[in-house]
């Protein structure tokens, strides 16, 4: 990753990005996000001006956000989309300064920033809200600190298995509680990752009841799986 305290990558960034808008001008929202696979602090900037912002609140997040806010603030009528996804799941601590010297609260975002929260490793088979599981604690810390701060909030939420896509996954049975969950922290956006090239464990019926369930989650679940398996199985549906 590039150093996120220093001007100079600042300027470039914003200079291509005002390239691709002015090639792009009906595009709305824009992505800028740490790529793939940042695990710790050996995988990003630790200079002399990066390190004592992350050791001072929440790693990486400390460069990330106020990076963010800033390009948000330069660009006010986009939305600017960007990851909070493992090492950066927590908001940042610290102050966000934009190009004109404004100063944003600590942790506070700017109104056209989206995060978009990724629910990675958390037990997938009891309800985020709900769940003892120690991931889903802390997510659930997060996601309260996000919304709290009034955010746009989009989340991200897997239902495959990555390491063999035809391993049943268990996610059916918590979707309606899930989404009862996310409309209740203000959740306007969600993407739902399955297998897209390969095969993966009921990826009809999680097709199906995902797509209906994200259109009314007020459905019921059972009835909704009695009816997929009519119209897919026919006699055999039983």
């Known amino acids: 990753m590039p150093c996120l305290s220093n001007e100079g990558v600042y300027l470039i960034i914003k200079k291509e990005l005002t390239l691709r808008m002015n090639q792009n001008p009906d595009l709305k929202i824009w992505n800028l996000s740490q790529p793939d696979g940042i695990a710790g602090p050996n995988d990003y900037c630790n200079c002399k001006l990066c390190k004592p912002k992350h050791d001072a609140g929440n790693g990486l997040s400390e460069t990330l956000f106020p990076f963010i806010n800033r390009l948000a603030a330069d660009f006010p009528n986009k939305i600017i989309r960007t990851l909070a996804y493992n090492i950066t799941a927590a908001p940042h601590k610290g102050i966000s300064t934009l190009s004109d010297g404004r100063k944003l609260a600590t942790g506070e975002m700017m109104p056209n920033v989206e995060i978009m929260f990724t629910l990675t490793d958390n037990d997938k088979s ?50 309606k509680d899930n989404f009862t969950y996310f409309r209740s922290k203000n959740v306007k956006s969600l993407f ?19 797509s209906k369930m994200m259109w009314d989650s007020s459905q019921d679940i059972n009835l909704l799986i009695e009816e997929f398996c009519k119209d897919f199985y026919g006699n055999a549906s039983q």
């Open 126 to 175: 009891q309800p985020l809200a709900t769940s003892s599981d120690i991931k889903a604690v802390l997510f659930r810390q997060y996601i309260d600190q996000w919304s709290q701060k009034g955010v746009k909030l989009f989340i991200w939420e897997y239902i495959v298995n990555f390491n063999y896509y035809l391993f049943p996954f268990p996610t059916i049975h918590t979707i």
């Open 192 to 210: 739902i990752q399955c297998s897209s090239m390969e095969q993966s464990s009921f990826s009809e019926l999680n097709a199906f009841i995902y």
